[in-house]
């Protein structure tokens, strides 16, 4: 038995720490959180002192187990989760839980997983950081609260099965703010004036007047001004600039690179960079400082100098401007500077060698550059056109790696050709073309964290989850949109002569920015209304400023909450009171069958269009939006369309086909089967073709591809891949069939093989009580009886359960049924 047990999160971390370290070290996991707030209730003393309940959950309770047993075996025991709040809070639970001794318990960190990192941080072990703990107990209870009473504020006032969270919430309305600031735009049209010149070399290069006109006359006027004006070069200055290159990684400025160079979501970056971390190719990757350490300068500028030259080298230290960055040491920077490339995985190799591009850059020299700026004059009227150019002398650090910019519209300088004061220049042509302002962009994921961030709103550890979690909620998605034709004017002055074109242009075309939902907008305006303080972004940086407090040990946990609930929970309990139901309701117009008004709101059931009052004596009619149909995108056309639902479309085969909707969505109704569109298909659009197209595919879908033991056997694609249905069983198809072409000898061979899964699976079968026991997933086992499933954990010792245990546990899971006591009235 080893006589130091070492606690990290991950087994792969695990896997990596145990190559470092000896004989007399062994590493185990405690796989994140072994204790966390109950999921089924509050779990915090909103009556007293706001202190949580932490539990151990089912799946958790036999790694508890393995470590409180090897923890008593040991002589020390390491806790070595991350150096952050989080980590600290993980170390804390496992003191807690396995109930550690001051003693013979050391907690360590270290930024970097490399045998260098881990020996000096055993070297230098400290105690709990209970600053740090506290911190992260602070964000978790918040949340909490804000989470477990808004939510059913929503179900009760919005929809069922709606959730609420602090900073989530905020985002949402971070992008529906933007959603609406695009579609309240008022573009505002300018003509700009482009030209063409030659200089006396015949080189070729463009120009531009500075200002816009505001008008088309006023561009008319200035043109015809030009009609055989003679151009020369009026003045031009060349002078030195530099460039300087950016700070290291922080995991808000990684997240936004790998998105802009390698397509990356924010979810997919720290996934990945967590992995290169486990391995212990890179620093910790949630940070918010952009500190390199001595040691890691004094290595990348040898690497600098061997491979480019001292000319390249400029070391230099950054500023880290978050509050909260001290908790985490260092910028995200490979481990081994050396190592240029990695061979992992594709996409772990192209972040790493982003990481060592950044990291490396950040301590190399200033690009050197020579700018020129042109200045040409005509003879006919005052203005001048500018040209700039930039050349670069020395590459310095763009010999490596170029931050890139979120700003479409920028326009990158180019070179000039060499000129003089005074140079004569033929015009080749002027143009002075419509343009419009623009509205702000949609946000991406990448610059929705640097929003975030901008804002003092959420921290590294919780960009990724933020994004997520809206997107999984279903408050915003990454939308398209089609955009519109627009027409524009440009007027050209070529050869003495001015002409006018019209040209068209698409706008507001958009593919995979983040866009509010119709419920994303709903729940949003909800909140906005009704809790102003918790949806206020200065409020949540805020909060945020008091957990650093809090990790500072300046401001008290428990107070920072209780601060925060005495005014939250009275909202809560005012706004379920008192507050409208939200519906997101619009009036389209009159039905003029009935007179009655027309809506489009939020139902129980999703979204749909109304026809009438639900106070007249008459039930309004009801019908579903389909397809692509949004409430803040139909029309009054389209709604009324909606109740043309069901329809006959024809007859096929002697027998009518009818579209028709219903609550999981449109369909086609024929000989007594029904039919479903295809996602998103809107069932109006529906002909007679396309109906025999679908009727036809389900058939081929639905025939027989084989029959076993005289039963038919079918096959179809679902959620989880291929699969194969033979006598109510749906069994997978695994990629060493063809599924193409599935041969009678393979069909037998997947229900033989699923028959005796199902067989082996059976553990115990009393048939006389009607309860048996079966292998479950993850190693654990299901006792079942009818709909009745309890499940086991993989610790249990299954072979001696007994008949009798397994009817006393069915008995405790059974429903008491509900008996009405007779009384007897007095006479």
């Known amino acids: 038995m080893a006589k130091n047990l070492v606690i990290v999160e991950s087994p792969a971390k695990a896997k990596t720490i145990e190559k470092f370290l000896g004989k007399d070290f062994q590493v185990e996991s405690s796989f994140g959180h072994i204790a966390d707030l109950p999921s089924k209730e509050l779990g915090v003393d909103v009556e007293g002192d706001f202190k949580p309940k932490y539990i151990v959950s089912s799946d958790k309770k036999a790694i508890v187990k393995k470590l409180k047993d090897l923890a008593k075996k040991a002589e020390t025991v390491w806790l070595a989760s991350d150096e952050d709040r989080e980590g600290e809070a993980i170390a804390w639970h496992l003191a807690e839980q396995l109930k550690l001794k001051d003693t013979n318990t050391k907690r360590i960190v270290f930024n970097s997983i490399t045998k260098d990192a881990i020996l000096k941080a055993i070297e230098n072990p400290r105690t709990i950081n209970y600053d740090l703990v506290d911190a992260q107990q602070a964000r978790r209870v918040l949340d909490r609260i804000v989470g477990y009473e808004l939510s059913p504020v929503l179900w009760r006032k919005v929809k069922a099965g709606l959730s609420a969270g602090r900073v989530q919430s905020v985002a949402v309305r971070l992008i529906v703010e933007r959603e609406r600031a695009i ?318 074109e019209e040209l068209t242009e698409k706008v507001g075309a958009d593919k995979g920015k983040l866009m509010p939902t119709d419920i994303g907008n709903i729940v949003n305006d909800f909140l906005v209304e009704n809790f102003t303080k918790v949806l206020d972004y200065g409020f949540t940086a805020k909060v945020e400023s008091d957990f650093d407090d809090v990790a500072e040990g300046k401001e008290n946990w428990k107070s920072v909450i209780k601060d925060f609930y005495k005014d939250f929970h009275p909202t809560v309990e005012d706004v379920a009171e008192n507050a409208d139901r939200a519906s997101g309701q619009r009036l389209l117009g009159i039905d003029p069958e009935s007179g009655k008004n027309v809506y489009v709101r939020l139902g129980r059931f999703g979204a749909m269009v109304q026809i009438g009052e639900a106070t007249d004596e008459e039930k309004p009619k009801f019908a579903s939006l389909q397809g692509d149909q949004t409430l803040s995108g139909l029309t009054y056309e389209e709604a009324m369309d909606l109740f043309k639902l069901p329809k006959t479309v024809g007859d096929y085969e002697g027998k009518e086909v009818v579209v028709a909707s219903g609550r999981f969505g449109p369909y086609i109704k024929f000989d007594e089967k029904y039919v479903s569109l295809d996602k998103g298909e809107n069932p109006m659009s529906v002909d007679m073709g396309r109906a025999i197209e679908l009727i036809e595919a389900k058939r081929k879908a639905d025939a027989p591809i084989g029959y076993y033991e005289e039963l038919p056997i079918q096959k179809g694609v679902g959620r989880f891949g291929p699969f194969i249905k033979w006598n109510s069983i749906f069994i997978n198809v695994n990629k060493k069939y063809d599924f193409d072409n599935l041969s009678q000898a393979d069909l037998e061979e997947l229900i033989e093989d699923k028959k005796k899964k199902e067989r082996e699976k059976v553990l115990h079968n009393w048939e006389d009580v009607g309860i048996r026991v079966e292998k479950a997933r993850w190693g654990r086992f299901n006792v079942i009886k009818g709909k009745i499933k309890i499940e086991l954990p993989k610790t249990t010792e299954i072979e001696k359960l007994t008949k009798e245990e397994a009817e006393k546990m069915i008995e405790a899971k059974t429903p008491k049924k509900k008996t009405t006591r007779k009384t007897t009235k007095k006479k």
């Open 183 to 500: 579609e309240n735009f008022i573009p505002v049209a300018s003509y700009r004036v482009d030209a063409e010149f030659v200089n006396e070399d015949g080189k070729k290069f463009k120009a531009k007047l500075a200002k816009n006109f505001d008008t088309k006359e006023e561009a008319e006027k200035f043109l015809s001004s030009c009609l055989n004006a003679g151009f020369k070069v009026a003045d031009l200055q060349t002078k030195p600039a530099k460039k300087s290159p950016a700070a290291p990684f922080t995991t808000s400025t990684l997240q936004q690179e790998a998105s802009r160079k390698l397509g990356f979501p924010v979810a997919k970056t720290m996934m990945v960079a967590q992995r290169l971390y486990e391995a212990g190719l890179i620093t910790y990757m949630r940070t918010d400082s952009v500190n390199l350490s001595r040691e890691a300068m004094s290595n990348i500028k040898e690497e600098i100098t061997n491979n480019f030259g001292t000319e390249y080298s400029k070391s230099r230290k950054f500023a880290t401007k978050s509050k909260g960055a001290q908790e985490a040491h260092e910028a995200i920077r490979p481990t081994n500077i050396a190592t240029q490339e990695v061979s992992v995985e594709y996409d772990q190799d192209r972040l790493y060698s982003l990481i060592w591009k950044r990291t490396i850059a950040s301590q190399m020299s200033d690009a050197q550059l020579e700018r020129t700026n042109v200045k040409i004059s005509n003879d006919k009227n005052k203005k001048q056109f500018t040209a700039n150019g930039e050349v670069i002398t020395f590459d310095g650090f763009l010999k490596v790696y170029l931050e890139g910019n979120d700003n479409e519209d920028e326009e990158q300088d180019g070179m000039l050709p060499q000129m003089k004061v005074n140079e004569v220049l033929e015009n080749e042509y002027i143009t002075a073309t419509e343009r419009y302002t623009r509205p702000p962009s949609r946000f991406t994921e990448a610059s929705l964290v640097k929003q975030l961030e901008e804002l003092g709103i959420g921290r590294p550890s919780t960009y990724a989850p933020t994004i997520s979690t809206v997107q999984r909620r279903g408050y915003v998605e990454k939308g398209t949109a089609e955009g519109n034709e627009r027409n524009y004017a440009q007027l050209i002055l070529k050869g003495n002569s001015i002409s006018e």
